[in-house]
């Protein structure tokens, strides 16, 4: 699976019609048809890949699921990049004004509530097998008892600090300073008495635990949307959306390259030249004999068919390349050394006829 993303490849925005998607796959279409490219690599490639992003782009349902599970800093407005999202008390900062609830002065429209960052880390196991795991998620919510005015029963009275002003003004050699009131920060209204379910802040912390489909093939550093699981909106704005940012692990064995997995074995000399059937373990768990035939080649890589990972887009399976690594002997017995003495003899005499492998690597043939 191409990693490049959709959207440049066809050179479209994001926020891109279906028309525009399709004008402008058709004319990259022309551009790279291998009938007008005869012979030419990159061309196909190009016409494959805009092909891909076609199929995707051009059927909405597909596209709204691309969109949903694209890639970190594809979101518009959301710099993923930034440690802001690091740490869920970054995100509490911004909290629901009393004063815009209580009529204050600032009366603004609905807000979208604030999109939320959950890391997750799998392994790759997980992302073979698929994984569906509970989360908990911190989340800051208006006081229903005071519905977010930190006031007993939402009474609040008139700040007799300022009488309602929410500035005091004091004399300062000649002038009268004006300042925000530090009793009712500006509002012009304090709580008659606190609300003890909130202590008077308007906010309740809770967790709440959600359940998370983590979907087979997932790439690392995928940023799954989960609609509606933010914070609260304001003023009956909408609530935001969680994001979980999807991290593998790295596997002690195989190494990942998009769908295909790497995997290197040890093989000693004798089995290189003799031949002999290596068992791996997947990552299921099951054993799979992978047959070495004779006189393998130190870096010789076999590629298994259908035994990579699952792919996100649902097409085949990625395949399983393992490479082949030559170990020389550390330790050899007396026995052994006499049969590579022989050997090496046997060597010597076929380098006469120019035939030995030894006579090949002196001379950098
Ligand atoms: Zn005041
Ligand atoms: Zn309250």
Redesign the pocket.
């Known amino acids: 699976m191409s990693t490049e993303n959709y959207y440049e490849i066809l050179g479209v925005s994001r926020d891109a019609t279906q028309e525009e998607i399709k004008a402008a796959y058709r004319k990259a279409a022309l551009k790279y048809h291998p009938d007008r490219n005869p012979g030419n690599k990159e061309a196909e490639e190009m016409f494959k890949k805009a092909s891909e992003a076609y199929s995707v782009l051009g059927d909405p349902q597909k596209k709204a699921q691309y969109d949903a599970y694209g890639k970190v800093g594809n979101y518009g407005g959301i710099n993923w990049d930034s440690d802001i999202f690091d740490d869920f008390s970054d995100l509490f900062g911004s909290f629901f004004g009393f004063g815009d609830i209580f009529g204050g002065s600032r009366r603004r429209g609905p807000q979208k509530g604030s999109d939320l960052r959950y890391d997750i880390e799998i392994t790759l196991e997980d992302v073979y097998k698929g994984l569906e795991k509970e989360i908990e998620i911190p989340l800051e919510e208006i ?1 229903e ?2 519905s977010g005015s ?1 006031a007993r029963e939402g009474k609040k009275i008139r700040c007799p600090a300022c009488e309602g002003r929410g500035n005091i003004f004091y004399q300062q050699g000649f002038f009268s300073v004006s300042r925000t009131c530090p009793q009712c920060a500006g509002e012009g209204y304090i709580a008659k008495e606190k ?1 003890s ?2 202590k008077g802040t ?1 906010k309740i912390h809770r967790t709440k635990t959600i359940k998370v489909k983590i979907p087979l093939g997932v790439e690392n550093g995928t940023m799954l949307k989960v609609s509606g699981q933010g914070e609260m909106g304001l003023r009956g704005g909408r609530r935001g959306d969680l994001y979980i940012a999807v991290f593998v692990k790295e596997h002690p064995i195989f190494k990942r390259k998009g769908s295909d997995l790497l995997c290197k074995i040890n093989i000693s000399l004798p089995e290189a030249v003799l031949g002999t059937e290596y068992e791996i373990t997947t990552l299921e768990g099951k054993k799979k004999k992978v047959k070495i035939p004779e006189n393998t080649q130190n870096g010789k890589i076999f590629r298994i068919e259908g035994m990579g990972l699952p792919s996100i887009n649902g097409r085949r399976n990625g395949d399983l390349f393992v490479e082949v690594n030559l170990l020389t002997p550390h330790k050899i017995s007396k026995e052994e050394k006499e049969l590579w003495q022989k050997l090496y003899e046997l060597e010597m005499k076929k380098s006469e006829k120019k035939e030995s492998f030894f006579k090949r690597i002196f001379k950098g043939e």
Do not use: L
């Open positions: 006081c008892d005071c930190g609300c379910s909130c308007g």
